[in-house]
């Protein structure tokens, strides 16, 4: 039984004050609150077995690899991959792409093309570029439509023979589009180009299963789902991640090292390179577990919700513009007319609301809709109907305030 009541108490910051008023956080797609069991685990780690992993063969450092190991598989089964050796243990989102267009560097060759979305975040457009300066592959875009979604028509003229990857965000950050991921993977597949979904505003809404999806690699990060900071997973299909070379060399990721040649470690060690975030691998699988023990369908039911609810009552307020309208999850990215987003933010945070503004790193969009940035609420399964009205007032306060 989904109980909000109990769900809130899992989340010991909730309960803070910002400028005298009680928080209403709703800047989950930036990062999600931690509960209490994430924390626990973070501080039962440095407590009693702060060790490093896979070197020593104390008990302390046999008990934090074990409970190292145990989180791969918790990620694996989440994700439903066929190994625990494909999930590999990264800093965030952006270090798994950047694995990955760092290793096709030595693969692709001039001319070949890589398609990117319009809707993606810097972290899945700067690294392809990087890729493409190196090798003289080609960028190709697919554009994006007014009401957010991806022309998935202009998407199957662009593929040929010549596209080599395909990348696409599984949700839009900026807009919440929840994009038609199967359909681009499948797509790709019959021109044998491979894809990388970035799955970063996803997993916090969707259980992803990367097997049914036959996605190529799928990232994402901790923090977007009650983990902590610095820690997320890339997902590559055995095969491929055997073809990529190692991104860093260092420690762990080597079988055999002489002054005149090196061996590399199997995987995942070969892209782990030098001593990993242990704590936060560990808490990143027990915030796998809290995820799921409140349940998938749990969170859609009540993200949707509060979704519905507070679109119909932003839409009351005249002059307020909503960016991106078309299948999505529980992101609202709007403005006031005439008025800048950073105001709107500034003013909302003094009401006890966070939300993000600015171009939420994604400019490429703000420059489809011809604004500077927007005001971004995102909603998380433990915000409540009675936050949605906070705001609500708050945005009509900002609205009196700067007009
Ligand atoms: N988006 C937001 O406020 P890292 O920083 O590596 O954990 O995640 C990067 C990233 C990649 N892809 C998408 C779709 C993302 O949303 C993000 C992070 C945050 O929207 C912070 S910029």
């Known amino acids: 039984m989904f109980s909000i009541d109990k769900i809130r108490a899992d989340f010991p910051i909730l309960k803070r004050e910002v400028h005298g008023k009680k928080l209403v956080y709703l800047d989950n797609g930036a990062t999600s609150q931690t509960p209490q069991v994430v924390i626990d685990t973070i501080v039962d780690y440095y407590s009693n077995y702060n060790a490093n992993i896979h070197r020593g063969v104390h008990t302390l450092s046999q008990e934090a690899t074990d409970k190292y190991e145990e989180a791969r598989i918790k990620i694996q089964k989440h994700f439903n991959a066929k190994h625990p050796y494909e999930i590999i243990l990264t800093s965030g989102t952006t270090h798994g792409v950047n694995i990955v267009a760092s290793g096709f560097a030595s693969i692709l060759k001039e001319g070949d093309e890589i398609i990117v979305s319009a809707l993606e975040h810097h972290s899945n457009i700067v690294p392809w570029q990087m890729l493409c300066e190196k090798t003289g592959a ?67 809404h969707i259980k992803p299963d990367v097997q049914a999806l036959d996605a190529d690699f799928y990232v994402a990060s901790a923090h977007k789902m009650c983990g902590p900071t610095g820690v997320g997973m890339l997902y590559g299909k055995e095969e491929l991640l055997k073809l990529l070379p190692p991104y860093q060399g260092g420690g762990e990721m080597i079988e055999t090292v002489t002054f005149e040649k090196t061996t590399y470690a199997g995987l995942p060690h070969k892209f782990e390179a030098g001593t990993p975030n242990i704590c936060g691998g560990i808490a990143f699988g027990v915030a796998v577990d809290y995820m799921n023990s409140v349940g998938f369908s749990n969170i859609e039911k009540q993200e949707n919700e509060l979704l519905s609810y507070a679109t119909q009552e932003l839409e009351k307020i005249e002059g307020l513009k909503i960016y991106g309208t078309s299948n999505k999850t529980s992101v609202i990215s709007f403005n006031l007319e005439g008025i800048h987003p950073y105001d709107v933010g500034a003013i909302l945070d003094k009401l006890g609301v966070a939300v993000r503004t600015g171009h939420h790193c994604a400019q490429p969009i703000m420059d489809f809709y011809c604004i500077p940035g927007t005001v971004r609420a995102s909603f998380s399964f433990y915000n409540t109907k009675e936050e949605v009205d906070v705001l609500v007032n708050a945005v009509k306060k900002a609205q009196m305030m700067l007009s």
């Open 138 to 204: 080609i960028l190709k875009v697919i554009p994006m439509d007014e009401d957010g979604s991806l022309r998935m028509d202009i998407y199957h003229e662009l593929l040929n023979p010549k596209t080599k990857l395909v990348f696409c965000n599984h949700v839009s950050n900026a807009l919440g589009t929840i994009n038609p991921i199967k359909e681009i993977i499948h797509a790709a597949h019959k021109f044998g180009a491979y894809v990388l979904i970035d799955g970063a505003q996803a997993v916090p």
